[in-house]
């Protein structure tokens, strides 16, 4: 493991399917995130349940241990209702944030997302787009996210941005393609409409 390279990071950033390929793997995240914990590494982490791959309960007890390592947590609402048992999106917040995380920030689908931390919560609407595929939209707002808030060091503007980025990802094809450039999402939360790859409509 490069553990220079982890000490060096300004985010890690691991996911629950990662772990949920082998135990080896599993043990290699956990070393992960508490090597970038013991350096003062923000640590991200994002649930990514996916029940092909493991047993709800398994899945559940890792995951749920990995994001008591974390600063930002990044669930979806399907996977937080599953692993546990809730179906508020603030009731899922709350839960989360009693485990560890500082930040969580819940996408809702259709309904945007909730950027919640211990001191304040905000509901991010969702923007209306041309959706063409899905496919990598949480993990462009799990991108974006993450960029704005280095950047920033607000997870609340962070979301509202991650929160367009996502929805202009959705009106291409693919996980890479579509992926909008700063000044698309920009134009868009200011209204305007620009193509992924920048050029003004």
């Known amino acids: 493991m490069p553990v220079d390279a982890i000490k060096a990071a300004r985010i890690v950033h691991a996911s629950g399917i990662s772990q949920a390929i082998s135990s080896s793997a599993s043990d290699a995240v956990f070393h992960a995130l508490r090597t970038a914990r013991s350096a003062n590494v923000t640590v991200s982490f994002d649930t990514n349940l996916r029940l092909r791959l493991w047993p709800l309960d398994r899945a559940r ?3 749920h241990a990995a994001a008591g390592l974390a600063d930002i947590l990044r669930p979806s609402f399907d996977d937080a209702r599953q692993l546990t048992g809730l179906d508020d999106a603030d009731r899922i917040a709350d839960f989360y944030l009693s485990v560890g995380p500082k930040i969580v920030a819940l996408t809702l689908g ?13 509901r991010v609407p969702a923007r209306a787009a041309k959706i063409v595929d899905a496919t990598g939209a949480g993990d462009m707002f799990t991108g974006a996210f993450l960029a704005e808030y280095l950047r920033t060091g607000d997870p609340f503007a962070a979301g509202r ?4 980025a996502a929805a202009l990802s959705t009106e291409g094809y693919g996980a890479v393609a579509p992926m909008p450039k700063r000044t698309a999402v920009e134009s868009a939360m200011m209204g305007r409409v620009m193509s992924a790859t920048g050029a003004m409509h």
């Open 61 to 63: 007890a890792v995951i």
């Open 110 to 122: 259709a309904e945007g997302a909730l950027i919640a931390t211990r001191e304040k919560r905000v």
């Open 161 to 164: 941005y991650a929160n367009v």
